[in-house]
């Protein structure tokens, strides 16, 4: 899409602080950290959200994940480490280009990324249950 902002930084035409390239995603420091060593993986190619990548692309996403989770806790950046990918405004996704989040966590940092926990009753949770149990066999 030629106006969206994270493809023209995975595609080079926006300079970044880019970790690691390949021929389907750029990663790259965040500009505007939750804490340093913030990383987004891009895909290069424009999907606006995980319901718009094919399975081998979200694979390795996904698998790139990891290998930037292992790089920062080796580098003694993290104690701990978020893997954060949101999808639509309503779970948070202020850039609608597929990225996700590698976030380094210490134990007395800033960042917040709780929820309230809800409580289910047994009908609730057998129904959700039963109606997820047949959707992912579609999938």
């Known amino acids: 899409m030629s106006e969206c902002i994270f493809c023209k930084i995975a595609n080079g035409e926006i300079p970044s602080n880019t970790i690691y ?22 895909p290069k190619n424009h999907a606006n959200d995980i319901f718009e ?17 292992e790089a920062i806790k080796s580098a003694n950046i ?17 850039v609608n280009h597929f990225h996700i989040h590698v976030i380094p966590r210490k134990t ?5 990324l709780k ?3 809800s409580k289910l009753s047994d009908k609730e949770m ?10 992912i066999q579609q999938f």
């Open 78 to 94: 993290a104690e701990g480490i978020n893997i954060l990918q949101n999808n639509g405004e309503s779970a948070g996704q202020t």
């Open 108 to 112: 007395d940092d800033k960042v917040v």
């Open 115 to 117: 929820h309230e926990p």
């Open 53 to 69: 990548l094919n399975i081998d692309m979200t694979k390795e996403a996904f698998g790139l994940s990891k290998k930037i989770a």
């Open 21 to 42: 390239e390949n021929d389907n995603f750029r990663v790259i420091l965040d500009i505007s950290p939750a804490n340093p060593g913030h990383c987004l993986i891009l």
């Open 126 to 135: 057998n129904d959700i249950k039963k109606i997820l149990t047949e959707k």
